[in-house]
């Protein structure tokens, strides 16, 4: 799905333009699972791993959508459909550095630009994404659907400071269709001969 490509480079342009001042070096976002990444790369990374995607039943809508056209007719369209991007976050400090203060310190710019920002900001949106910024919002720190624990298990390896982001996206569905507006309503009126009773 192309939208899921669209918003990580969204989140991977986001991250590196902000984030960049607050650690003061080079470093990469990347979308690995975790166990295949090293304990002490070269460069610095953040990773965010895409572990859940699933529609959001909860904002779910069998509305249409109107739009007017320049020459008076229309188009309807259904509403987007609303899906839901769970990613676990962490961060993986460079080879030669006091790993654990230096992961904190990665998690903890992050952690403060995702509660300062409950949307991706449109600049950065990429593809697909660009022009549906209402239709975005994101939350962190909340509890994922699925527990981190579990998730480091399936990994096969110790469990690791993370962060759960979700990212709420509206996603197009169907093709728009023609319409037409009511622009005039005519009423007719018709006398009808009463009936005499007995």
């Given amino acids: 799905m192309a939208m899921i490509v669209d918003l990580d480079q969204s989140l991977s342009m986001w991250l590196l333009d902000a ?3 607050a650690i003061h070096e080079e470093f990469v976002v990347t979308f690995q699972p975790p166990d295949q990444l090293p304990d002490s790369p070269k460069v610095p990374a953040i990773d965010l791993f895409l572990y859940d995607v699933k529609q959001n039943l909860d904002q779910r809508s069998n509305e249409w959508i109107v739009e007017r056209q320049p020459d008076g007719k229309a188009t309807q369209k259904r509403a987007p459909v609303q899906v839901t991007c769970a990613y676990l976050i962490s961060a993986w ?6 790993p654990v203060e230096q992961e904190h310190l990665m998690l903890g710019e992050v952690l403060k630009l995702l509660l300062a920002n409950p949307k991706i900001p449109a600049k950065f949106l990429q593809g697909s994404l660009r022009g549906l910024d209402t239709a975005i919002a994101a939350t962190a720190v909340q509890p994922g659907a699925q527990n981190v624990t579990d998730l480091w298990r399936a990994f096969g390896g110790k469990a690791k400071a993370a962060l759960n982001y979700s990212v709420n996206v509206g996603v197009e569905v169907g093709q728009p269709q023609d ?3 009511v622009t ?15």
Avoid: M, N
């Fill in 184 to 198: 005039r309503k005519t009423i007719k009126f018709e006398l009808v001969e009463g009936v005499e009773s007995d």
């Fill in 179 to 181: 319409s037409y507006l």
């Fill in 19 to 21: 984030l960049k001042p």
């Fill in 93 to 98: 400090p460079a080879a030669g550095e006091d």
